[in-house]
């Protein structure tokens, strides 16, 4: 699956804005980030479970995830500017980024992009 709507978003920040307690390694104004086993499928299943928009865009019946981007400051275009257009490649641990359905596009179809997530929501 190459889909994917919306912004990105979400990922396990939670917690109070401005939660003030005692100690001096508290900082206020940020949002606590509440630990996240990377190992556990589960963990991932709910987490693109709460990505979801709930939104079967195309009525095909495929519910749409919200895009999430690990690292937002790199520019797409930085990475598909790297890949030869033509070539095959794997993104591994693809979540519901764009950037695969964003190389694939910007190489005209020339470049076979394949999806691998460990979570079966990201990639159904």
Known sequence: GLRGRGRGGGGGATGSEGAE??????VTGVKAIEPFDFASLEGWDNFYSSASSGVDGTGDGVV???EYEWH???PH???ASCIPRGS?????GCGSSSLPRY????????????????SPACVD
């Open 21 to 26: 307690t005692a100690g001096p390694s508290v």
């Open 64 to 66: 749409e995830l919200e």
């Open 72 to 74: 937002p400051s790199l």
């Open 77 to 79: 275009s930085a990475f």
């Open 88 to 92: 095959s490649i794997i993104v591994i």
């Open 103 to 118: 190389i694939y596009d910007v190489h005209e179809g020339e470049t076979s992009v394949c999806c691998l997530d460990y």
